[in-house]
């Protein structure tokens, strides 16, 4: 009888990393955003997450697949169980912060008349919306805030700026449809 003889030689051994492990960080941070800011579009949440464009696209189609968030006519993205209600004045505001995106340590809705903080450069920012012919109530809110932070007032219309005189403006804007920003300053002063 003749044997034989089989050597096995050992296999490298690769840890597969799940899809849990690969996406788990980004799927968290897109579910927060989508869960922080309701009703951003797909632009929006590209935006927040640069160079990372088509892991987003993937992850949002994920997302809803498994009944997280769902995507309204309009193309805005709301947490599953929640009112297809946005803030029209939020989601201006998150294209201002996408302006600063790069530089962004942390973001976060605000209260009024406060929309969205965030942390930039070792610095506070407070993005104010000021409605048209709320000017006087914006001044009166704010006017003894010492929160130490810059503020950019985010108006409907740039005539509005001078109307608005409170601490602490680092500039003004305008967002517009396409979410276009414009910057200004008053000039003299603030």
Request: with cysteine.
């Amino acid at each position: 009888m003749r044997l034989e003889y089989a050597y096995i030689t050992p296999l490298e051994v690769i840890p597969m990393r799940t899809r849990a492990e690969i996406y788990g960080n980004e799927a968290a941070a897109l579910l927060r955003i989508v869960t922080m800011y309701p009703g951003l579009n797909m632009q929006q949440l590209l935006c927040f997450h640069p160079g990372k464009e088509e892991i987003i696209k993937t992850l949002l189609s994920h997302l809803q697949k498994q009944g997280r968030i769902f995507q309204t006519d309009t193309g805005g993205y709301f947490p599953s169980g929640w009112a297809a209600k946005s803030d029209s004045s939020l989601i201006r505001a998150a294209w201002v912060l996408l302006d600063f995106i790069g530089q962004v340590e942390y973001h976060a809705p605000g209260d009024f008349p406060v929309k969205l903080i965030f942390f930039a450069n070792g610095e506070l920012y407070e993005i104010v919306y000021a409605a048209s012919g709320q000017e006087a109530l914006i001044n009166h809110a704010l006017r003894d805030d010492r929160s130490g932070g810059r503020r950019i007032i985010l108006v409907d219309n740039p005539e509005d700026i001078r109307r608005i005189d409170c601490p602490g403006i680092s500039g003004f804007c305008t967002v517009d449809a396409a979410g276009q920003v414009h910057y200004f300053k008053k000039t003299g002063g603030t």
